[in-house]
């Protein structure tokens, strides 16, 4: 169940364009118990492709925004995306791909993801929007999985914005969930990288009954929490007995800076997507301001770097932000 969209401005087949853009914004995948289930979007830094239209059928990438991503189109989840639109589509051209890279790499924000889900809108506006918005979430998917596993819970938030919730993979329904407007999320990126491949590596095959049935309860809360305002509920929520307790032993000074958010006043908080970026909920821009400051610190104390910053759920996605924007 997705938001009513208002409709796009297609363009005839007959009046192909030569070059088309899309943004993406970041993402925190896994939202607190939510593992492969629930993701936001969060407002703020964007990734950019640019495609060019070409006729001989290729798909290359010009440019792929950062030196250690993948020039090969066939590696690098933009070059997939856009050859999974336009085989979708069935259209008999080909297209250069340009990125701009404004998510961090193996960062934990939907760096991958982002491209991906650029790089299929920006296709399919260059062809007239043959595709609808369910057949692009799954390029965008279809591009996550060769790259990082098969998951949706940054793609769909980053094609469709604020809140969703991915019921089910096989087949794709995702549905849209409300957004408190006073939530409050800080972002901290400590200087680590952690690939989402090896992150998965280390999730659990089996999983305890009580503890599954601890984390069917949280993330039954996040979603009424979400629903009725409460964000009181939605942080006693962010209990996750699954993802974080297997991750946070791969990144040295989680668990201090956990400390720290909660000490300064955070609602509740995980690791976002396979890490190394945590989020910190907060009701108030105080608040928030204050666990930039307590979690950038509780870094730096153990001589490691920390980017934190408050941001907001992004309440547009890739399909809604203006080809233009330069942010979410
Ligand atoms: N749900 C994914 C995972 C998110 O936890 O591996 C990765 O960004």
Known sequence: MLRDRPPSSRLSLGSPRQTASAIAPACIGNFGPGLDVLGVAVSGACDRVTVTRVEDGSVTIDEPGHPDLPR????????????????????????????????????????????????????????????????????????????????????????FGGVVLVRSLDPLDVVQLASPSELRIVLAHPDQKLRTAEARSVLPQFIARATVVKQLGNVAAIVAALESDDLQLLGRAMDDQIAEPARAVLLPGFT????????????????????????WLAGDDVTARRIVDAVRASYTALGIGCNARATRIAQLGSLDLPEDSTAA
């Open 72 to 159: 090969d189109a066939a590696a690098n989840t933009a070059g997939i995306a856009a050859r999974a639109v336009l085989l979708r589509a069935g259209i008999d051209v080909g297209v250069r791909v340009s990125i701009i890279k404004g998510l961090p790499l193996c960062g934990g924000q939907g760096g991958s993801a982002a491209s991906a889900v650029a790089a299929a809108v920006a296709v399919n506006r260059l062809i007239g929007e043959p595709l609808d918005p369910a057949a692009l979430l799954e390029c965008a998917v279809e591009a996550e999985a060769i790259v990082s596993g098969r998951h949706a819970d940054n793609v769909a938030p980053q094609l």
């Open 256 to 279: 201090q800076a956990r400390e720290a958010a909660m000490t300064a006043g955070s609602l509740g908080g995980s690791i976002s997507g396979a890490g190394p970026t945590s989020f």
